[in-house]
Structures are given as structure tokens and as C-alpha cells.
């Protein structure tokens, strides 16, 4: 074992995230719904979420023969709501093709829908060990840093050393502020130690709650919290979301509902609207 790999052991015996859910119990499902859960949502957000979820839908058979509204329901606080339909058809994909076993296969994972390369190569390091890397944002800019020669070092992949990248990548390698003094991997950095700038004033963004994607949220929140099988018309959808969208036109509206009906998150009949 190279002394690069023994110190990054090391570091995450001491400091990495072993007590995350997905960690503690590990199975290919739970880390499927734990990587979708991930996606541009951070990890203090998701592991109540996750936990909550592995309740409602604790095999990916329950999840697959669950109603893509219930699953909706379920998501709710994650955002990005279409990741929930992808996971869910996902689930489907496997009890149809695969007998209820998630592949290790990296072009069967692939084929599956909505799975990436990033989310097969999770699947197979995290749930199966294999050798393989997940290339998030995180591991992405640590092996930018280290550098070919320092990468190749640390030798094989596979849950450890992929759980240790990425914890290393999101605690100390971190974007803005990298803590070099307290990595591991410090001596065989060709980057290191890097100096912080000061942040600069960057162009002023627009709040949050002017955007297309908070709108979106507010018209699924408030389907969420029909009654299952109650549908609402367009003209109550609006009067009910005036309180939290105040400046969005009946116009805007109908766009919003109009793109959402076509990503299948919401389903309209006779004009009535719910959840699919």
C-alpha cells in the first residue's frame, strides 16, 4: 500500500462521513435513491429526506408499484422534483428487466433510464465495491489538484477509496476555501498548498423566489396537499398559490403548468389539475 493511500485511509477513519444512512446499511437500492437524492441538494438537506423515503418505500419493489404521486408527495423539500419521476421509472425499469436486482454492469446501469455515468459508477463503488470512481463536482476538482501522478498513487478504487475522495473533496479540497494544511494528500499535491483570494463581487443574482424554478416548487407543493385522487381546477390552482406568487400573471401560470404537464409532474384532466 503506497503512503498516499495509507494517509488517505487514515484521514477517513478519523474524518469522513461513515455515519451518513446510506453508509451505515448499504444495499444497491438505498444507494440509487441516495445518489438521485444528491444531485444538487446538499447532504444535511437529504439525509432526513432519505431516511423518511427508505420508511415510505423501504424496497425498490415498493417503490416501483408505488403511484408517481405518492412519490411526488414524498420528495417534497428536495426540489428539482423531476429527479423523484426518474427515480421512480428507474425502479420500474429494474423489477421489469432485471428481476428486482439493480445490474453492477456498467452498460446495463447505463441503459437504465435516468442513470448517468456518474450514478452508475456510484452504484458500483458504493453498493458493490467494484473498482470504480464517481466523478462528482468534489472528485472532480481534488484530482484536478493532485494531479495525474498523485492520483495514480492511491491505486485502486471501490467503496473506501471513492467515499474517502469525495469526503476529502467536499470537507478540504473545497472550492473557495481549501483547507491545505489539514489534507492528507498535501505532499503529493501538484496544487498545493494553494492561496485563497478574497471572494470578489460577483454580477448581483436575481432572488430566488423570482425564478421559474420556485414557481414550478409552489404549484407542486400545492398538489401535493390535495387529498389522492382530488383534482383542482386552474382557476383554484391560481387563486391558490396568490399568497406565495403574488406577482405571477394567470398567463405565467398556465405556462408553468403547461411545461410541468408535458415533464409528466402533473396531470391534467377536463382542465382539473393533480399529481400523476
Keep these: 500500500m503506497t503512503t498516499s493511500r495509507r494517509a488517505l485511509l487514515a484521514w477517513y477513519r478519523k474524518r469522513g462521513r461513515a455515519d451518513l444512512p446510506w453508509r451505515?446499511?448499504?444495499?444497491?437500492?438505498?444507494?440509487?435513491?441516495?445518489?438521485?437524492?444528491?444531485q444538487q441538494t446538499q447532504v444535511d438537506r437529504v439525509v432526513p429526506k432519505f431516511e423518511?423515503?427508505?420508511?415510505?418505500?423501504?424496497?425498490?419493489?415498493?417503490?416501483a408499484t408505488a403511484n408517481a404521486g405518492d412519490v411526488l408527495r414524498e420528495w417534497k423539500g428536495l426540489g428539482y422534483n423531476a429527479r423523484a419521476l426518474r427515480l421512480h421509472a428507474t425502479a420500474v425499469a429494474v423489477v421489469r428487466d432485471h428481476g428486482g436486482i439493480i445490474?453492477?454492469?456498467?452498460?446495463?446501469?447505463?441503459?437504465?433510464?435516468g442513470v448517468g455515468s456518474y450514478t452508475a459508477a456510484a452504484i458500483r463503488a458504493f453498493a458493490y465495491g467494484l473498482d470504480d470512481v464517481p466523478v462528482d463536482v468534489n472528485i472532480g476538482r481534488l484530482v484536478r489538484r493532485l494531479g495525474r501522478k498523485a492520483?495514480?498513487?492511491?491505486?485502486?478504487?471501490?467503496?473506501?477509496i471513492a467515499s474517502a475522495l469525495m469526503d476529502l473533496g467536499a470537507q478540504i479540497c473545497t472550492a473557495r476555501t481549501p483547507q491545505c494544511a489539514a489534507c492528507p494528500l498535501l505532499r503529493t499535491c501538484e496544487s498545493g498548498p494553494i492561496r485563497t483570494s478574497p471572494r470578489r463581487n460577483g454580477k448581483a443574482r436575481s432572488p430566488f423566489k423570482q425564478s421559474s424554478r420556485y414557481a414550478r416548487g409552489r404549484i407542486i407543493d400545492l398538489l401535493r396537499d390535495l387529498p389522492?385522487?382530488?383534482?383542482?381546477?386552474?382557476?383554484d390552482l391560481r387563486r391558490g398559490l396568490r399568497a406565495v406568487l403574488p406577482q405571477r400573471s394567470a398567463a405565467e401560470i398556465g405556462r408553468l403548468v403547461e411545461g410541468l404537464r408535458r415533464e409528466g409532474l402533473l396531470d391534467v384532466q377536463d382542465g382539473d389539475l393533480a399529481l400523476p
Design 151 to 160: 492520483v495514480k498513487a492511491i491505486g485502486r478504487s471501490g467503496y473506501t
Design 228 to 235: 389522492p385522487g382530488k383534482r383542482i381546477s386552474l382557476l
Design 52 to 63: 423518511a423515503f427508505m420508511r415510505r418505500f423501504p424496497t425498490l419493489r415498493a417503490l
Design 24 to 38: 451505515q446499511e448499504r444495499s444497491p437500492y438505498r444507494t440509487l435513491v441516495s445518489e438521485v437524492m444528491l
Design 103 to 113: 445490474p453492477r454492469n456498467r452498460v446495463a446501469l447505463r441503459a437504465l433510464p
